[in-house]
């Protein structure tokens, strides 16, 4: 087992991501591809995730 902590990102860093890829895609004049689309499915999910844990701290 690791004693190495790794922190979530926060939901910035995780649309930041989203953006780029969408960017890359856009850039290129194409659709993302199978894997940048399941990229983008677990980024959502996690800013989803990041967005809903930092809306209950702020309460």
């Known amino acids: 087992m690791s004693d190495h902590y790794r922190e979530t990102p926060g939901p910035e860093a995780l649309n ?3 953006r780029t890829l ?3 895609a856009g850039e290129q004049q194409r659709s993302l591809t199978a894997d940048e ?3 983008y499915q677990v980024l959502v999910a996690a800013w989803a995730e990041a ?3 930092e809306q209950g701290l702020a309460a």
């Open 37 to 39: 689309q399941r990229i």
């Open 51 to 53: 967005t809903q844990t």
């Open 16 to 18: 930041d991501a989203i």
């Open 22 to 24: 969408w960017v890359r």
